[in-house]
């Protein structure tokens, strides 16, 4: 068979493309049939945690790359109305809901990133997203989330007292996820990449780790170490003509 000539075989949808906890992405070989789609983070203790820090959009990306996390999704919170929708979400905020196993990484993590991806003196929006929607709230469930976050916002008002940190911090309520079409919108804005792990269809795409992941890497907004090794990983898989990326 000519090395260039892509192959395509029942086998290979039994590779299986993960992401190690450790970063490390690596290709494995299940050696039974019946652990081939198998979900590893079905017996996972997971926590959930909320935060809205300007267009639910970027959000996703900023969190879905993280060691730990296992699944993102995009939705509203933070307001009163019930059933928000995008065109009225009413008196809520863009969020992202994040899935994380907390033996992998701490609630001080995520809180580290939320202050470093985002301008949370900006009043009224974030860059060109002007409006209410936008606004910065990190949403706690119980007290020590909820002194936790109290402590990050004191330590991010003392680095400068030119202006004020605009952060609300909110008992976590009803999350309402948002239309299909804003899950994952990075990564959809990618056709190779959506191609790269077989075209999942939406149910399959919002539950999905390696989908949540990838839609970092396409903004961009994946650590520089985890961004690097997912494009060595990808150059490598299309060397070989590997037809589809899968996660068990
Ligand atoms: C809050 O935390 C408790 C305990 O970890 C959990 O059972 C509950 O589902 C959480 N609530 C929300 C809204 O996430």
Same mark, same amino acid.
């Given at each position: 068979?000519?090395?260039?000539?892509?192959?395509?075989?029942?086998?290979?949808?039994?590779?299986?493309?993960?992401?190690?906890?450790?970063?490390?992405?690596?290709?494995?070989?299940?050696?039974?049939?019946?652990?081939?789609?198998? *979900?590893?983070?079905?017996? #996972?203790?997971?926590?959930?945690?909320?935060?809205?820090?300007?267009?639910?959009?970027?959000?996703?990306?900023?969190?879905?790359?993280?060691?730990?996390?296992?699944?993102? !999704?995009?939705?509203?919170?933070?307001?009163?109305?019930?059933?928000?929708?995008?065109?009225?979400?009413?008196?809520?905020?863009?969020?992202?809901?994040?899935?994380?196993?907390?033996?992998?990484?701490?609630?001080? #993590?995520?809180?580290?990133?939320?202050?470093?991806?985002? *301008?949370?003196?900006?009043?009224?929006?974030?860059?060109?997203?002007?409006?209410?929607?936008?606004?910065?709230?990190?949403?706690?469930?119980? !007290?020590?989330?909820?002194?936790?976050?109290?402590?990050?916002?004191?330590?991010? #008002?003392?680095?400068?007292?030119?202006?004020?940190? !605009?952060?609300?911090?909110?008992?976590?309520?009803?999350?309402?996820?948002?239309?299909?079409?804003?899950?994952?919108?990075?990564?959809?804005?990618?056709?190779?990449?959506? #191609?790269?792990?077989?075209?999942?269809?939406?149910?399959?795409?919002?539950?999905?780790?390696?989908?949540?992941?990838?839609?970092?890497?396409?903004?961009?907004?994946?650590?520089?170490?985890?961004?690097?090794?997912?494009?060595?990983?990808?150059?490598?898989?299309?060397?070989?003509?590997?037809?589809?990326?899968?996660?068990?």
């Amino acid at each position: 068979m000519k090395g260039d000539l892509v192959v395509l075989r029942l086998g290979f949808v039994l590779l299986s493309f993960v992401l190690m906890a450790g970063g490390v992405l690596s290709i494995r070989l299940p050696d039974r049939i019946s652990e081939a789609g198998k *979900d590893p983070t079905m017996n #996972q203790p997971l926590k959930t945690a909320v935060f809205a820090l300007g267009s639910f959009w970027r959000s996703e990306a900023v969190f879905g790359c993280l060691n730990g996390v296992v699944r993102t !999704t995009v939705g509203y919170a933070g307001g009163a109305k019930t059933n928000p929708e995008f065109r009225s979400l009413g008196d809520h905020a863009e969020c992202v809901q994040i899935e994380y196993d907390p033996k992998l990484v701490h609630f001080r #993590q995520l809180l580290d990133i939320f202050w470093s991806s985002h *301008d949370s003196r900006q009043v009224f929006g974030q860059g060109p997203d002007v409006g209410n929607q936008y606004r910065s709230i990190i949403f706690t469930n119980g !007290t020590e989330e909820a002194r936790l976050a109290a402590v990050s916002k004191e330590r991010e #008002q003392t680095k400068s007292r030119s202006s004020i940190v !605009t952060t609300q911090i909110q008992q976590l309520g009803t999350f309402y996820p948002a239309e299909p079409e804003h899950q994952k919108f990075e990564l959809k804005r990618n056709p190779f990449l959506l #191609q790269l792990i077989g075209n999942l269809p939406e149910e399959e795409l919002a539950r999905s780790s390696l989908a949540a992941k990838l839609n970092g890497y396409a903004a961009e907004l994946c650590p520089p170490n985890i961004q690097r090794q997912i494009d060595v990983k990808i150059d490598d898989i299309l060397k070989k003509g590997w037809p589809i990326l899968r996660e068990v």
